[in-house]
């Protein structure tokens, strides 16, 4: 049974780094074939893929949020992190983790989704 835990800030600022991570118990990051992931849901949106860091570190973005994103992982916390630049209050939404066993697509593991809210 794997299961993921986000944390990090609820509210972050304008024009600042959002930073989340992704805590991960009953199997390793580092497993061959699986893939761990970053998706955000705003408000009135379905699901947006940001990007996904693989089991060997390799690492795969939304062409829409590459240039702002950043992923990368702790192998002896069994964690991975995700940084999003230069947020805006569009940035707001329910973010979580998820294990697939491909690059953003075939989810077999959630976490239960934290809100981040852009404000001043």
């Known amino acids: 049974q794997v299961e993921l835990q986000e944390s990090g800030p609820g509210l972050v600022k304008p024009s600042q780094t959002l930073s989340l991570t992704c805590s991960v118990s009953?199997?390793?990051?580092?497993?061959?074939?699986?893939?761990w992931s970053w998706i955000r849901q705003s408000p009135g949106k379905g699901l947006e893929w940001m990007g996904t860091?693989?089991?060997?570190?390799?690492?795969y973005y939304s062409p829409s949020l590459k240039s702002r994103t950043s992923i990368f992982r702790d192998t002896s916390k069994n964690q991975f992190t995700l940084e999003l630049n230069s947020v805006t209050p569009e940035d707001t939404a329910v973010y979580y983790c998820?294990?697939?066993?491909?690059?953003?697509?075939?989810?077999?593991?959630w976490g239960q989704g934290t809100q981040v809210t852009v404000s001043w």
């Open positions: 998820a294990r697939a066993r491909n690059p953003g697509v075939d989810f077999v593991s």
């Open positions: 860091i693989g089991y060997s570190g390799s690492t």
């Open positions: 009953g199997g390793s990051i580092t497993t061959n074939y699986y893939y």
